[in-house]
């Protein structure tokens, strides 16, 4: 996947990106407490000058947090160039920088889960009145990186460690193919577009399903791993962890994404009544089935149905690929720098690896764009394979917001451990964004990649936006957070993986395999995330909330223009917007910088608001066909 939706990696495999984002009010001040003398030193007491029985918290923070943060990028970006090489270089049956990777994060995690440094942590958020609250918001999340490496279990994180290395080359290293012929993953997702043989289109999905059986054992035992690991800190299960990021429990979590997909089901279901129809027709079956073939979509997920609409009048594919392979990239820097944000680093093109790489390349690479932080300062990365056509276009507006949020909160004020997004969702709300605007009418106008005048169907628009947006909530919110939810916190038996995955595929999505699809196969692992970027997939849905907040916000109060035809470019207002929303980092709570920058809480309204237009439309194509939503 290179959409939207792709995950902003910080680098090791398992996350050390999180902050408890639970607000903390300003405390007063109090009297320093007293030590009694006859007590053996704590660690906290050992850093105080000797002789001196009081304790200083808010002083012994700061220089823990100093220390602390000096180690953290040290180590944190040793891991990060492992990773970089492991997922840039992928050499069949060489285990080299699989054991370079384990070893670098094997030396993060003896650092982040080392048991002083838990002990330390935990006496000083103890007096946590007495510290300040961005002291107290670098220790919890000091404390939550420990959970995810703690040396108390520390053979048992080695061991998920090196599990985590081996499943990485798996996914990335295996060879996809079709029609007798070796194809990528890049060739697979443009057949599913343009194909139209229902015979051919069954053998394309199916061959991008080949990979599944191949990680089952590896995932179980990172379930268990994961599990086992989180664990040892006190949390119940690796799903409730990631949960946590948010100030949730996974109660919390899945009634948020549950309610999340109430309120755009009445949409959904007219959409996916539509695409049945259309596309019984566009296939020639005269039946029209009641639940949505996974073949049929243009997506090998079902995630994205937006290439089923081709609106007349906008031809990007033709414009884009006239400018050639670097343009996509190049223009996506010149969009941010119209706003008010800096050049790129020279480094990000001297050190990133953007484009396919050549047939003759005896190794191979991660096909998953991301965008990479790779010292939390200003080396900065994206991992893609562009090419010059729409989809890459609008992936590079979208990686490039990742970019650039990294670069606008490495600033003197934010601490490296909390140079991350407000929370997970922002990353991504901000990246998606970008790439929305990117494609609405008055923006390509002004990039000369249509003409002013030109006429263009804005129910069609529309309707193509939809099935690129609304599709991936029941995915995202249902399929994908509902069945992590069950491996990780329920133990979802072996037996039961595929069979559970393609009930919720068929509650959530309305979406039927092509073929009985037996526990031989293991089609949720097809999606990288469930491997590599575990339990937090929620994550892409609630982004897609928070970009129509932050979009609506900016088209009406900012611009004053219609959300559907915007055109950010050149918009130093915007920018600010924008750069106010990033440069804390995590320092502030993510829901108060929500409310203070828009002035709504959580909600799916703007998102509603932005397609309803279209429900009359599609009232009126339904008219006298079958729901079955």
Same mark, same amino acid.
């Given at each position: 996947?290179?959409?939207?939706?792709?995950?902003?990696?910080?680098?090791?495999?398992?996350?050390?990106?999180?902050?408890?984002?639970?607000?903390?009010?300003?405390?007063?001040?109090?009297?320093?407490?007293?030590?009694?003398?006859?007590?053996?030193?704590s660690p906290?007491?050992?850093?105080?000058?000797?002789?001196?029985?009081?304790?200083?918290?808010?002083?012994?923070?700061?220089?823990?947090?100093?220390?602390?943060?000096?180690?953290?990028?040290?180590?944190?970006?040793?891991?990060?160039?492992?990773?970089?090489?492991?997922?840039?270089?992928?050499?069949?049956?060489?285990?080299?920088?699989?054991?370079?990777?384990?070893?670098?994060?094997?030396?993060?995690?003896?650092?982040?889960?080392?048991?002083?440094?838990?002990?330390?942590?935990?006496?000083?958020?103890?007096?946590?009145?007495?510290?300040?609250?961005?002291?107290?918001?670098?220790?919890?999340?000091a404390l939550?990186?420990?959970?995810?490496?703690?040396?108390?279990?520390?053979?048992?994180?080695?061991?998920?460690?090196?599990?985590?290395?081996?499943?990485?080359?798996?996914l990335?290293?295996?060879?996809?193919?079709?029609?007798?012929?070796?194809?990528?993953?890049?060739?697979?997702?443009?057949?599913?577009?343009?194909?139209?043989?229902?015979?051919?289109?069954?053998?394309i999905?199916?061959?991008?399903?080949?990979?599944?059986?191949?990680?089952?054992?590896?995932?179980?035992?990172?379930?268990?791993l994961?599990?086992?690991?989180?664990?040892?800190?006190?949390?119940?299960?690796?799903?409730?962890?990631?949960?946590?990021?948010?100030?949730?429990?996974?109660?919390?979590?899945?009634?948020?994404?549950?309610? *999340? =997909?109430?309120?755009? #089901?009445? !949409?959904?279901?007219?959409?996916?009544?539509?695409?049945? %129809? &259309?596309?019984?027709?566009?296939?020639?079956?005269?039946?029209?089935?009641?639940?949505?073939?996974a073949?049929?979509?243009?997506?090998?997920?079902?995630?994205?149905?937006?290439?089923?609409?081709t609106?007349?009048?906008?031809?990007?594919?033709?414009?884009?690929?006239?400018?050639?392979?670097?343009?996509p990239?190049?223009?996506a820097?010149?969009?941010?720098q119209?706003?008010?944000?800096?050049?790129?680093?020279?480094?990000?093109?001297?050190?990133?690896?953007?484009?396919?790489?050549?047939?003759?390349?005896?190794?191979?690479?991660?096909?998953?764009?991301?965008a990479?932080?790779?010292? *939390? =300062?200003?080396?900065? #990365?994206? !991992?893609?394979?562009?090419?010059?056509?729409?989809?890459? %276009? &609008?992936?590079?507006?979208?990686?490039?917001?990742?970019?650039?949020?990294?670069?606008?909160?490495?600033?003197?004020?934010?601490?490296?451990?909390?140079?991350?997004?407000a929370?997970?969702?922002?990353h991504?709300?901000?990246g998606?964004?970008?790439?929305?605007?990117?494609?609405q009418?008055?923006?390509?106008?002004?990039?000369?990649?249509?003409a002013?005048?030109?006429?263009?169907?804005?129910?069609?628009?529309?309707?193509?936006?939809a099935l690129?947006?609304?599709?991936?909530?029941?995915?995202?919110?249902?399929?994908?957070?509902?069945?992590?939810?069950?491996?990780?916190?329920?133990? *979802?038996?072996?037996?039961q993986?595929n069979?559970?995955?393609?009930?919720?595929?068929?509650?959530?999505?309305?979406?039927?395999?092509?073929?009985?699809?037996?526990?031989?196969?293991?089609?949720?692992?097809?999606?990288t995330?469930?491997?590599?970027?575990?339990?937090?997939?929620?994550?892409?849905?609630?982004?897609?909330?928070?970009?129509?907040?932050?979009?609506?916000?900016?088209?009406?109060?900012?611009l004053?223009?219609?959300?559907?035809?915007?055109?950010?470019?050149?918009?130093?207002?915007?920018?600010?917007?924008?750069?106010?929303?990033?440069?804390?980092?995590?320092?502030?709570?993510?829901?108060?910088?929500?409310?203070?920058?828009?002035?709504e809480?959580l909600?799916?309204?703007?998102?509603?608001?932005?397609?309803?237009?279209?429900?009359?439309?599609?009232?009126?194509?339904?008219?006298?066909?079958?729901?079955?939503?």
């Amino acid at each position: 996947m290179k959409t939207r939706y792709s995950e902003f990696r910080f680098s090791w495999p398992w996350s050390v990106l999180a902050a408890l984002l639970t607000a903390c009010a300003p405390t007063a001040k109090v009297p320093v407490a007293t030590v009694p003398p006859a007590k053996p030193a704590s660690p906290v007491a050992a850093r105080q000058p000797s002789g001196n029985v009081q304790i200083d918290f808010k002083d012994a923070a700061d220089q823990f947090l100093t220390e602390y943060n000096q180690q953290y990028v040290r180590r944190y970006t040793e891991a990060s160039e492992a990773e970089w090489t492991s997922n840039t270089h992928i050499v069949p049956g060489d285990t080299t920088n699989a054991g370079r990777t384990a070893r670098a994060n094997e030396r993060m995690a003896a650092f982040a889960g080392s048991k002083q440094i838990i002990e330390e942590i935990r006496e000083l958020l103890a007096h946590k009145d007495q510290l300040t609250p961005l002291q107290v918001k670098q220790l919890e999340t000091a404390l939550y990186n420990a959970a995810n490496s703690p040396q108390t279990v520390a053979d048992l994180v080695k061991r998920r460690i090196k599990a985590e290395a081996a499943q990485t080359e798996k996914l990335y290293g295996f060879t996809y193919t079709y029609a007798g012929k070796s194809v990528t993953t890049n060739d697979l997702d443009a057949l599913l577009r343009t194909e139209t043989n229902p015979q051919k289109r069954q053998q394309i999905w199916e061959a991008s399903k080949e990979i599944g059986p191949t990680l089952k054992t590896g995932l179980l035992n990172l379930r268990d791993l994961r599990n086992q690991t989180v664990q040892a800190l006190g949390y119940p299960d690796f799903f409730s962890y990631q949960a946590s990021d948010y100030g949730l429990s996974r109660d919390e979590m899945m009634a948020l994404v549950r309610k *999340l =997909n109430d309120e755009l #089901r009445p !949409l959904y279901r007219e959409l996916h009544t539509y695409a049945r %129809y &259309e596309l019984a027709k566009k296939y020639h079956v005269k039946q029209v089935p009641d639940y949505m073939p996974a073949q049929w979509l243009p997506n090998r997920w079902g995630q994205d149905w937006g290439s089923l609409v081709t609106v007349k009048g906008i031809n990007l594919d033709a414009a884009i690929a006239k400018k050639g392979q670097q343009w996509p990239v190049q223009q996506a820097e010149r969009f941010y720098q119209s706003l008010g944000f800096p050049a790129l680093p020279a480094s990000f093109y001297e050190k990133s690896s953007i484009y396919p790489l050549p047939a003759t390349a005896s190794y191979k690479k991660n096909n998953h764009a991301s965008a990479w932080h790779l010292d *939390l =300062n200003h080396d900065v #990365r994206s !991992l893609m394979s562009v090419e010059p056509n729409t989809e890459w %276009y &609008e992936t590079t507006h979208h990686e490039l917001g990742h970019i650039y949020y990294y670069l606008t909160y490495t600033n003197p004020n934010v601490p490296p451990l909390l140079r991350q997004g407000a929370n997970r969702a922002y990353h991504e709300a901000i990246g998606s964004m970008m790439g929305l605007a990117a494609q609405q009418k008055p923006f390509l106008a002004g990039l000369g990649l249509i003409a002013p005048n030109t006429k263009t169907d804005q129910t069609q628009q529309l309707l193509k936006e939809a099935l690129q947006y609304v599709p991936f909530i029941p995915f995202a919110s249902g399929v994908m957070s509902e069945w992590e939810n069950v491996f990780y916190a329920e133990n *979802l038996p072996a037996d039961q993986l595929n069979a559970k995955w393609w009930a919720l595929c068929k509650q959530y999505q309305g979406m039927v395999p092509p073929s009985p699809r037996g526990e031989q196969f293991l089609d949720p692992a097809t999606k990288t995330h469930i491997n590599d970027d575990p339990a937090q997939y929620y994550d892409y849905a609630l982004s897609y909330i928070i970009l129509f907040q932050l979009h609506d916000h900016i088209a009406r109060k900012i611009l004053h223009q219609d959300p559907h035809a915007t055109n950010y470019y050149g918009s130093q207002e915007v920018g600010q917007f924008l750069q106010d929303i990033m440069r804390p980092g995590s320092s502030r709570d993510w829901r108060t910088v929500l409310k203070e920058k828009t002035g709504e809480d959580l909600s799916a309204r703007a998102m509603v608001d932005y397609f309803q237009p279209l429900m009359v439309y599609l009232k009126e194509q339904n008219k006298g066909r079958k729901y079955t939503m």
